[in-house]
């Protein structure tokens, strides 16, 4: 009898172990209450996160983001898991996140230290050099030619910082004109406001594709920063933060970042059928290799 009750004493321990280790936390088990995730989207980021002619979020990240969601599904076995979309910001990205407004931001955010502070980011799925667009009339190819001219860059993003700290950039007294998105920011340049446009080469390449006359405008300029661009959700949340890093990882590891790359920067894609044929850096296929989540000050070394 003694063996009995010792049995199933360790039965039952074993019962409430195993149901301890099954417990949700976090941004699992807010999904899981709500049977909803919300991810953060942008309505202008070519050709990561933008809308399609029918308003839909489409883009390299929208996909990557759609296959978390569905490990997510498949996690807490909810099948039928409402999926919302809240459009947001470069300014109001990290507090919709860190508020639990989002879950997922699905955009174009660069991981760095300061920010690494606050949130947390899946493993990198874009490298990113930040240039500037100008009109090839304007004659602008390097920065020391931008003194004394209105320069457009976007509410909330690092690229006027990145200006003053680069050596060409340092003594420069050009004028700062703010966008709310990248889209606003791309009009300041389209309607003369601003003579430059400073912000991530593939972010400039996409806006270009689809502008009304896009051979008039040019990438130019010294690169100012090479920086990782990753999904981003909350600090100090283990159990979603690995399966985000263990969905993304198996995604490079089984060719399906690649493939996704090739759909959205090697084809033609919406609205108007443009293929950017931008070849994926040599910085991206390493992160591809080894999935990770190292800062923008690790790509300086």
């Not at 202008?44 to 390299?60: E, H, N, R, V």
């Not at 009339?137 to 030619?145: A, F, M, R, T």
């Not at 950039?169 to 430059?196: I, P, Q």
Request: hydrophobic residues 40%.
């Amino acid at each position: 009898m003694q063996k009995q009750h010792l049995l199933l004493a360790l039965i039952a321990g074993l019962v409430v172990h195993t149901a301890a280790a099954q417990q949700l936390d976090g941004t699992l088990k807010k999904v899981k209450d709500s049977n909803a995730i919300t991810l953060g989207i942008r309505e202008s980021s070519f050709p990561l996160s933008y809308l399609d002619a029918t308003q839909k979020p489409i883009g390299y990240h929208i996909d990557i983001c759609m296959a978390i969601v569905n490990a997510v599904k498949a996690r807490l076995q909810l099948p039928k898991l409402e999926v919302k979309t809240q459009a947001v910001t470069s300014q109001n990205r990290i507090p919709l996140i860190v508020n639990g407004t989002i879950d997922l931001e699905c955009g174009s955010t660069t991981n760095n230290a300061d920010r690494q502070k606050q949130v947390a980011f899946a493993p990198t799925t874009y490298v990113t050099n930040v240039l500037m667009a100008v009109k090839k009339s304007s004659g602008i190819k390097s920065l020391d030619q931008l003194n004394g001219k209105p320069v457009a860059t976007t509410t909330g993003t690092t690229s006027v910082q990145l200006i003053r700290s680069h050596e060409k950039g340092k003594n420069l007294d050009f004028k700062e004109v703010y966008g709310k998105d990248h889209a606003d920011s791309f009009l300041m340049l389209e309607t003369d406001r601003a003579v430059a446009f400073v912000m991530d080469d593939n972010l400039l390449m996409g806006l270009i594709a689809n502008a009304k006359n896009p051979q008039d405008y040019a990438i130019v300029g010294e690169p100012l920063s090479v920086e990782p661009i990753a999904i981003m959700l909350r600090r100090d949340d283990p159990q979603f933060k690995g399966l985000v890093h263990a969905t993304v990882s198996n995604m490079a590891k089984t060719g399906e970042l690649t493939k996704l790359y090739a759909k959205w920067f090697n084809s033609p894609i919406p609205p108007k059928g443009v293929n950017l044929a931008v070849p994926m850096s040599e910085q991206l296929k390493a992160a591809i290799v080894n999935p990770n989540d190292n800062p923008a000050e690790s790509y300086k070394k």
